[in-house]
């Protein structure tokens, strides 16, 4: 088959090595033409995944036109903030029968949309998926074992792509909530920052278990006030990938909330690099979201008030600590 995959970031790349790896025909594109340039020359990708090589027959290049043109499906490997925008320029080069799958794992900070809905936006009538699950960039492009979800489309679909994404190294499983599988790639981001402060404040194992217990609580419950199940987010995009979010020192919105606990500004840090936390664009929204569903979301709150409002992380911590006692389930 062949693979077009937009973006040329750390998981785009890792899924272009993944599906050559799987014997696909594979074309990865990028926006930045001096960087593009530089990775079909060099085969690397130093910025984002430094020590891994890009095959030979990989197409690498910025002509949209000539990654997409009979592409049997699109990966979209952009983060959540840019689908838009990457996407309406070449929509109309999109194969017009080919599954667009998303990588992204956050909410449109202006809209509040899914990815996938960004998606269905931006190109009516196309099969739309999402793919999301502990997949670390930096493993993945290894080789290494990763388990991953799908979603959307048809359960026909579901099982082609399913099929055509696996082999010994990726194994893909199918969920028919793309609703919650997305809101888990979205949320998890969020409690991944918080898991960081937490580090950065040298707060303890203690503590970032509690992060991770409460903030599973907290994006079950998100996931069930907008009609999600809660089942998903039990599985492999729920606690799974918040696990490895939280916890990994692959884990950029993890290392972002780390930099912040250490006393850094968002500004500074968001200026020191070119790599997207998408934790931190989603807390806003999950923040202004929650206000609407009437939910408590204190952790995901606290940390859209410590990244935009000033809030300083020792005093969010207090906060939370001193909260109302209430019972652990409801």
Known sequence: MKVAVLGNGGFGTALAIATRRMGHDVALWGHDVAYTASIATTRRNPRYLPGVEVQADVLVTTDARHVLAGADFVLVAVPTQYVRGVLVPVRDLLPRDAPLVSLAKGLEQSTSLRPSQVLADVAPGRPILAMSGPSHAEEVARGMPALVVLAGATPELRRDLQRALSDQHLRVYRNDDLLGVELCGALKNVIAVAAGIAEGLGLGDNARAAILARGLAEMVRYGQAEGARPETFYGLAGV??????????????????????????????????????????????VQRRAGELRIEMPLCDAVSRVLFEGLAPAIAVRELMERDRKREVD
């Open 240 to 285: 799974g990938d918040l696990a490895a979010t939280a916890f990994s020192p692959h884990g950029r919105n993890r290392a972002l909330g780390e930099r912040i606990g250490r006393g850094e500004t968002l500004q500074s840090i968001l200026a020191s690099t070119q790599k997207v936390a998408e934790g931190v664009f989603t807390a806003r929204v």
